[in-house]
Structure formats: C-alpha cells, structure tokens
C-alpha cells in the first residue's frame, strides 16, 4: 500500500475511538460511585425519560445517548455527578 493510500479499516477505527472520546465527561459523571438513587433521579429528570432511579431498569450509554440526548445536557449532569 503506497503512502498516500487510506486505510479504511484505521480510518472506521479513528472515528469510533473519537466519537467513545467525546462520551468521556458522560461515562465519567455517570459512573461516580457517590451517584446515590437521588442523583440517578434528578438525572433521570433532567433527561425526561419518565424513569425512576427505584425502577428495576437497565439503561444503555447508548439509550441515553441516543434516545435521550444525554451529551446535550453533560454539564448538568457533571454538576449532579458533582454535588453526589
């Protein structure tokens, strides 16, 4: 392969690892162990998900993500992640 070829393969691979960076500060705030039901509540809320942190539920990165626009709000939620 000549230098000034592309790689697709590292070119798929570049941008995954980008775009799991960008969810750093979310996967950071989020996975505090202070995050008390509380704090899951008021998230939760935030993000109008019609959840309760008492729910017996599981939510992917991804739902909140995607469904619900978690990255719009990862200042808030920093600051909730924060003040647990």
Not at 15 to 29: D, F, G, N, W, Y
Not at 30 to 57: C, E, F, I
Request: with cysteine; charged share 25%.
């Amino acid at each position: 392969m000549g230098k000034d070829a592309r790689d697709e393969v590292l070119d798929e691979l570049s941008s995954e690892v980008k775009e799991a960076q960008a969810h750093c500060p979310l996967i950071m705030a989020l996975g505090s162990k202070a995050m008390m039901p509380r704090h899951w509540n008021k998230v939760y809320t935030l993000l109008d998900t019609g959840m309760t942190a008492s729910a017996v539920q599981t939510i992917t990165l991804n739902t909140l993500t995607e469904e619900f626009h978690a990255m719009d709000h990862v200042e808030d939620i920093e600051d909730i992640s924060g003040a647990a």
